[in-house]
């Protein structure tokens, strides 16, 4: 059995084949960064218009390097939800089309619950139920993942998510778009105890986060208290320290709150997904964190981290139990549970 998927939610064309083991056969992704770099951040009409020009041949591209044909397709994936709707509508369509044309299963997706899926594949075994950290440019929450399509929501961002306010740093830096590598890569020359930037919920009894205080005391840290703007610091070591410093209260607060949703769970189990969990010190601090309170850690590698449509193989779980969608699927910009 194989299955087409399509990811289209933001900045990144992706699509992949795999079986219902699940085992990848391909993944591609067409990442749009040169597109949006000189504006700094991702513009939704660019990213739509991108995935059009590109969803064809990354979907050709998938299926040539998994040596499968579109006659050999038994049921055509696409996450629908969370994301940019024009982006989202684009493969939404696509899949739609395609389930039509070739007259077999429409599968939809949830995008939260695939990068939380991406420890499933990247482990080859089960992992549920787990706490589960999505920590990507959109979001930042906490689950308790019963199953890999039952989740519960222990906690999230009140304001921004943790990969964007990198990537707001970034720019206040003048580091550039995407922010979280640069940031990290600048971060490494840096001495993280320089500054002490505040870490928000850090010892409350609640597995909220907020960024944006973090990101204003950045912004005041380069320009000075209450200067709102300002040319970028020049390159050196107090800039670097800046770098350092904030990724570290990100570090520090995001593997506190999962030691405690790990704590109050009970669970043993930590899978953690998103663009931001490519970064080096988030990812040893997790590894320390997790094995401080004798759970197992579940990180992808980094091209599973960051957005992939080989994470939709979630849907052979929506599969197994026959939940299809319907030819009037929608794109669901918000995340509104499973
Ligand atoms: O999951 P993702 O690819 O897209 C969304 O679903 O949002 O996450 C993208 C986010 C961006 O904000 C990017 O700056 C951040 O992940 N990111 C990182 C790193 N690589 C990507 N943040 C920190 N360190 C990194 N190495
Ligand atoms: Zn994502």
New binding site residues.
């Given amino acids: 059995m194989f299955f087409l998927a399509i990811e289209t939610?933001?900045d990144?064309t992706a699509a992949a084949v795999f079986t219902e083991e699940p085992r990848v056969l391909a993944n591609v992704v067409a990442s749009q960064t040169e597109l949006h770099a000189r504006f700094g951040g991702v513009v939704p009409e660019v990213a739509a218009r991108a995935h059009l020009q590109r969803l064809l041949p990354v979907i050709d591209e998938a299926l040539t390097q998994a040596g499968v044909g579109l006659d050999q397709v038994g049921a055509v994936v696409v996450l629908n939800t969370p994301g940019l709707v024009g982006a989202l509508l684009v493969g939404v369509s696509a899949a739609k089309m395609l389930a039509l044309a070739l007259d077999v299963p429409l599968i939809a997706a949830n995008?939260i619950e695939a990068?939380i899926y991406a420890c499933r594949l990247a482990a080859g075994h089960d992992i549920f139920p787990c706490v589960g950290l999505v920590v990507?440019?959109?979001?930042t929450a906490l689950f308790h993942c019963r199953s890999a399509l039952e989740f519960e929501l222990l906690g999230a961002t009140i304001d921004d998510a943790a990969?964007?306010a990198?990537?707001k740093v970034a720019s206040i830096l003048g580091l550039g778009f995407?922010?979280?590598?640069a940031?990290?890569r600048e971060a490494a020359g840096g001495n993280p105890a320089a500054h002490r930037f505040p870490r928000s919920f850090l010892h409350e009894d609640r597995l909220d986060f907020s960024f944006s205080g973090l990101k204003t005391a950045v912004l005041y840290a380069v320009h000075g208290q209450g200067v709102a703007r300002g040319a970028p610091p020049p390159p050196g070591p107090a800039r670097a320290d800046v770098a350092a410093g904030f990724q570290q209260a990100v570090v520090d607060v995001l593997s506190a709150k999962a030691r405690q949703a790990l704590r109050r769970t009970g669970l043993k189990r930590l899978a953690v997904g998103?663009?931001?969990a490519?970064?080096r010190a988030l990812r040893a601090a997790l590894e320390r964190g997790a094995a401080a309170e004798g759970a197992e850690l579940f990180i992808p590698p980094l091209v599973l981290?960051?957005?992939n449509a080989a994470m939709a193989a979630v849907a052979v779980e929506k599969w197994r139990q026959g939940r299809f969608a319907p030819l009037d699927l929608d794109a669901i910009p918000a995340y509104a549970g499973s």
């Fill in positions: 939610s933001c990144e995008h990068h990507s440019g959109g979001h990969g964007e990198f990537d995407p922010g979280g590598p940031v990290e998103g663009g931001v490519a970064n981290c960051t957005d």
